[in-house]
């Protein structure tokens, strides 16, 4: 698997007008905290010593973006998507058990609403509301656009029979798989009831915490994914030896995570730039909270120590903004910038908040410098975005 066959923008190889990427990329500087505002003593965040391999990978990735005018994308530059009706049914069997009102309702804090199911004992630092929904839809146009169109790089061939989407928030991954693989029984599973009612006839959807006891039967499922959503799971070791119980021998899981830091590769991310504090504290926030936003580092190594073979890691660069040049990049990199603009405060609540103990006020004044840093087309940042990929072996190997 290659670069070639995973970018955006197809087989062409892109090179950077600006200088030349490096091997290894690296932060081009230390981590900054920001001045809190409003008297509240912001934690200092600290770079994790994995940081500079953050995309140093064991398999190709596009190793540079080429810089353009940093003009925003006209009209032409997106695909209408159709209206037409799915002719998918409504017959409530999407869902695997009734939902009290309570789990439906949800938790409402600072304004924002939360899972509510066995919400005294499973902390998720995200909200589920609409506008978080939208910002997941968006988030999946996004990385299909990074992946070349894909919803997969795991070779599953083409009638995989029983599929597993961990985390499957709106469900739309979900669904598309349903669509790409009638052969396949497709089952999402998410905190949030938050997944529409009108599905493919093989797409189910169940209501619970992936970090509990599965009850599948081992052996189960060709293929299990899992997409932005392991950052927040508190024992991914346990995770994985689970997953790997219920892939079936031959079977693949597949992860699809974002490294939350900022990275350039030409020196234009010079101070300041209060985008790039707000993620070095945002880590910190999420790990007092048991969370751990550069695990995408870590998943290959924790994939491999679970028994899976033939790890793939592919790293690519995900652009933040549309200072790319390709119109492919352009898009991925509104579409992220647009992503956190629309969800920052959603995105920061509980980690700044319930995590270093700020106040409500005080981040909402952070927040106004961090929007404005987002739609400076002048720093050309990007985000790793990691593919790992896996093998349960047969019993003959």
């Not at 005018?69 to 209408?80: A, K, M, Q, S, W």
């Not at 869902?95 to 998720?124: P, Q």
């Not at 997969?152 to 598309?176: K, M, R, V």
Request: net charge negative; aromatic share 10%.
């Amino acid at each position: 698997m290659s670069a070639q066959d995973s970018s955006p923008g197809g087989s062409k190889e892109l090179e950077a007008t600006t200088s030349q990427a490096p091997s290894k990329i690296t932060p081009s500087s230390p981590p900054h905290s920001p001045r809190s505002p409003l008297g509240n003593p912001p934690r200092s965040a600290t770079a994790s010593p994995t940081v500079e391999a953050a995309v140093a990978p064991q398999a190709s990735s596009n190793s540079a973006i080429e810089v353009g005018d940093g003009l925003e994308p006209t009209e032409e530059d997106f695909e209408v998507e159709s209206d037409a009706d799915t002719g998918y049914g409504d017959d409530g069997s999407s869902f695997d058990a009734s939902l009290s009102s309570s789990v439906r309702a949800g938790v409402i804090e600072n304004g924002l609403r939360y899972h509510g199911f066995r919400k005294d004992r499973t902390y998720y630092p995200f909200p589920n509301d609409e506008n978080e929904q939208n910002r997941d839809d968006m988030k999946h146009a996004m990385t299909g656009m990074m992946m070349g169109g894909k919803l997969h790089f795991a070779p599953i061939g083409d009638n995989p029979q029983s599929i597993l989407d961990l985390g499957t928030g709106s469900g739309i991954w979900a669904i598309e798989m349903g669509d790409k693989y009638p052969s396949a029984a497709v089952q999402g599973v998410d905190l949030s009831p938050i997944q529409p009612p009108f599905v493919p006839p093989n797409v189910k959807f169940v209501i619970d915490d992936i970090e509990d006891d599965w009850l599948y039967p081992a052996d189960q499922f060709d293929y299990i994914h899992c997409r932005h959503v392991t950052q927040t799971i508190k024992n991914r070791p346990r995770l994985m030896e689970q997953a790997f119980r219920h892939t079936k021998p031959g079977g693949y899981l597949e992860f699809q995570e974002i490294v939350f830091y900022t990275f350039c590769d030409d020196g234009s991310m010079t101070d300041p730039y209060p985008m790039r504090d707000f993620m070095d504290n945002l880590n910190v926030g999420i790990a007092k909270l048991g969370g751990d936003n550069l695990n995408a580092l870590k998943l290959a190594d924790e994939m491999r120590a679970a028994g899976f073979v033939d790890v793939q890691d592919v790293a690519l660069k995900l652009p933040l903004g549309v200072w790319p040049k390709s119109k492919e990049y352009k898009l991925a990199g509104l579409y992220w910038r647009e992503n956190i603009s629309e969800g920052i405060r959603n995105i920061a609540s509980r980690a700044f908040v319930s995590g270093l103990g700020w106040s409500v006020e005080a981040l909402e004044i952070f927040l106004v410098d961090v929007r404005k840093s987002l739609y400076d087309s002048s720093k050309h940042v990007y985000f790793p975005l990691r593919i790992i990929t896996g093998r349960k072996p047969l019993a003959s190997e």
